[in-house]
Antibody, heavy 119, light 112 residues
Framework: QVQLVQSGAEVKKPGASVKVSCKAS????????IHWVRQAPGQRLEWMGW????????KYSQKFQGRVTFSRDTTASTVYLELSSLTSGDTAVYSC????????????WGQGTLVTVSS | DVVMTQSPLSLPVTPGEPASISCRSS???????????LDWYLQKSGQSPQLLIF???NRASGVPARFSGSGSGTDFTLRISRVEAEDVGVYYC?????????FGQGTKLEIK
């Protein structure tokens, strides 16, 4: 079945970077865009951007521009999110989600990766 | 950015009773192709969100018929005809028309 499996929880110090992976299976990896969404404690879901898994093109939310990088490894059917210059405000669950081509909805989602930023 | 506003934020419901959640957008989500790019997701405790409704009123695969979506333009509603215990969680609307994608605050449905 179609599935997105993310890497495990991370604990980082302020100023550090984190890299989260999202491995796809059950479908043709390069045929569907992957989006990244995060949810900080008590906050609503926040869209971070997306990557075209076919050509590697990316679009980032203005909020994260300059601090976030999406990449992909087509041989491993895996997408990566790297976020730099972490602050406590970046403590959140980061989730990847596949975009359906017909209607742009997100299905399925990865299980989420908790990133904790603490000194 | 399109601002999404949900109400209520908390929804206690007796099993077997109906439930309704409103989602309003600051801009119309109606595309020139006639579709409303509004989705509904349910996030159960400890899980990632799952797609319930897409294009405003279409149930995703495997979603029970008791769930329905309606509305157009800027005003949308998710209805559950008879709430069951497994429906507990946080419901989010999301607009898929414009970048950046934006979500509502979430509505927490709990069983009375």
């Amino acid at each position: 079945q179609v599935q997105l499996v993310q890497s495990g929880a991370e604990v980082k110090k302020p100023g550090a970077s984190v890299k989260v992976s999202c491995k796809a299976s059950g479908y043709t990896f390069t045929s569907y865009a992957i989006h990244w969404v995060r949810q900080a404690p008590g906050q609503r879901l926040e869209w971070m951007g997306w990557i075209n898994t076919g050509n590697g093109n990316t679009k980032y939310s203005q909020k994260f521009q300059g601090r976030v990088t999406f990449s992909r490894d087509t041989t491993a059917s895996t997408v990566y999110l790297e976020l730099s210059s972490l602050t406590s405000g970046d403590t959140a669950v980061y989730s990847c989600a596949r975009e359906r081509r017909a209607d742009y909805s997100f299905d399925p989602w990865g299980q989420g990766t908790l990133v904790t930023v603490s000194s | 950015d399109v601002v999404m506003t949900q109400s209520p934020l908390s929804l206690p419901v007796t099993p077997g009773e109906p439930a309704s959640i409103s989602c309003r957008s600051s801009q119309s989500l109606l595309h020139s192709n006639g579709y409303n790019y509004l989705d509904w997701y349910l996030q159960k405790s400890g899980q990632s969100p799952q797609l319930l409704i897409f294009l405003g009123s279409n149930r995703a695969s495997g979603v029970p018929a008791r769930f329905s979506g309606s509305g157009s333009g800027t005003d949308f509603t998710l209805r559950i005809s008879r709430v069951e215990a497994e429906d507990v969680g946080v419901y989010y609307c999301m607009q898929a028309l414009q970048s950046p994608r934006t979500f509502g605050q979430g509505t927490k449905l709990e069983i009375k």
